[in-house]
């Protein structure tokens, strides 16, 4: 029978060797914290657990940590036990020197992320103690690839109510991500013989390159003041179109009503697809009400994708699909049993959609974005605007702007902000490179970027490097 104390402590790999157990423990140990493999500060066994995993005396194991702690390999302390000493590591001969760790931007205005200094923290600890604490046995198994029915459930309800989404649990899928769930798509679309997905003239090239890369071709379809035009589509051989109709990405401008209408009936004559990527509807700062999802005109012909990366963090890996019946099917079957997310944070959004905490949190972050995209306008109109074209373009919403700028100068502002430290991504970065047409020049700025306390400073150092 085991010894109680064997059973207790932390675990450490670690080969005695050399003339005697005494000696050959303490070079061991002395080795692990000289070559960096034992970190400063790391915790090591009591001498009574060491003792017992290595099957020899604790005095063995006492002598040997008396002599490293003399030394200063290690240190002892009443309550705090046995760590490694913060001392100078010194890497093995022939080893590859560390690389040195770069310095990040002193400000970052790059689109993509939201304020993640602003994670509701407390309320979502409490969502999962919650979810936690009444979660079926079966949560902790490998579950539905659908993903957890509290979740699904609780997404129907949330996406009905706030983005006029006609949803139902069974027709969710949830995914490791938006790009999880693109990636999906495509593989399902090209199993039903589908060759080419129509896609925007300005977009992530992550996104396109998905598509692709399940054998896909892409077909570029034109872009104007009205949004992309779906007319487009009918020079393709399309079998379905990703597009960003709430508020385009990076453009910022929504897509018409005529063609948000044209492109369903599109959908309907040729049995196509339209997938929407509502990556970040439900902030939009100028009406009291966002508009609504394009699925909610023809479910059976919009495939809906939304994530919690703009609302909550990227972090969470958290991400969802409304498909047609026979869509939802497929996609979890492509998805496979053994290709979930993790339960537990699934059950965590669930119990913070159902709270109400969700809807709460996104009121706030909604203000708070909203300030600041109107402190940006400002900051224009009193420091740049006089003086030069630079303006914001596109409608109140998401967390980032498009500013526009003098013909020829784009790269020269973005070259100039880094030689300042600030992030800052021009609009060439996002134009598909079989798009027609001039290309405006233009900043896609991203003020949900920064945390608050550092706002001010990013907005100061933007206008700082805009054209006079």
């Excluded at 998805?335 to 905490?357: N, R």
């Amino acid at each position: 029978m085991a010894k109680p104390w064997a059973t207790l402590g932390v675990d450490l790999h670690v080969e005695p060797t050399g003339p005697g157990l005494r000696r050959g423990l303490t070079d061991a140990l002395r080795e692990a914290v000289r070559s960096g493999r034992l970190a400063p500060g790391t915790r090591l066994p009591s001498s009574r657990t060491l003792a017992a995993d290595l099957g020899i005396a604790r005095n063995t194991v006492a002598d040997a940590y008396a002599d490293l702690v003399a030394e200063g390999w290690l240190t002892a302390r009443q309550g705090s036990g046995t760590r490694v000493g913060d001392r100078t590591v010194v890497p093995p001969s022939g080893a590859a020197p560390r690389p040195r760790r770069e310095t990040g931007p002193a400000y970052d205005l790059c689109p993509g992320n939201p304020d993640l200094a602003s994670f509701p923290r407390t309320e979502w600890l409490k969502a999962a103690r919650r979810a936690l604490a009444v979660a079926p046995n079966d949560a902790l198994g490998y579950g539905d690839p659908r993903g957890r029915p509290e979740l699904r459930t609780a997404l129907a309800g949330y996406l009905s109510r706030a983005r006029g989404v006609r949803a139902d649990p069974e027709r969710i899928v949830v995914c490791s991500g938006f790009g999880h769930g693109l990636r999906l798509l495509g593989r399902v679309l090209r199993a039903r013989g589908v060759r080419t997905a129509g896609v925007e003239s300005y977009g992530l090239d992550l996104h396109w390159n998905l598509l692709t890369d399940t054998g896909l071709r892409t077909a570029v379809l034109p872009f104007d003041e009205l949004g992309t035009d779906p007319a487009g589509l009918a020079d393709t051989d399309a079998g379905a179109v990703l597009l960003t109709p709430a508020h385009q990405f990076p453009m910022g401008v929504p897509l018409h009503r005529d063609r948000r209408a044209a492109v369903v009936d599109w959908a309907r004559r040729s049995g196509g697809l339209v997938l929407e990527d509502d990556y970040d509807g439900e902030f939009r700062y100028d009406r009291r009400q966002p508009v609504g999802a394009l699925q909610g005109l023809d479910p059976d012909r919009v495939v809906y994708l939304g994530t919690a990366s703009k609302s909550l963090a990227p972090g969470l890996r958290l991400a969802w699909m409304v498909l047609p019946p026979d869509l939802a099917e497929e996609a979890a079957r492509a998805k496979g049993d053994s290709d979930t997310c993790g339960a537990l944070d699934q059950l965590t959004l669930a119990e913070f959609l159902t709270s109400g905490a969700y809807d709460r949190h996104v009121r706030s972050a909604r203000l708070r974005y909203r300030r600041r995209r109107d402190a940006l306008v400002a900051a224009l109109t009193a420091r740049a605007a006089p003086r030069s074209a630079v303006r914001a373009t596109g409608i109140a919403a998401g967390l980032h702007a498009v500013l526009q700028l003098p013909p020829g100068t784009e790269q020269s502002v973005v070259q100039g902000a880094a030689w300042q430290g600030l992030a800052l991504h021009g609009l060439t970065r996002y134009r598909h490179p079989d798009a027609t047409g001039d290309a405006p020049d233009a900043l896609v700025v991203g003020y949900g970027t920064p945390p608050d306390h550092a706002w001010s400073g990013a907005l100061d150092a933007l206008c700082a490097v805009l054209p006079g």
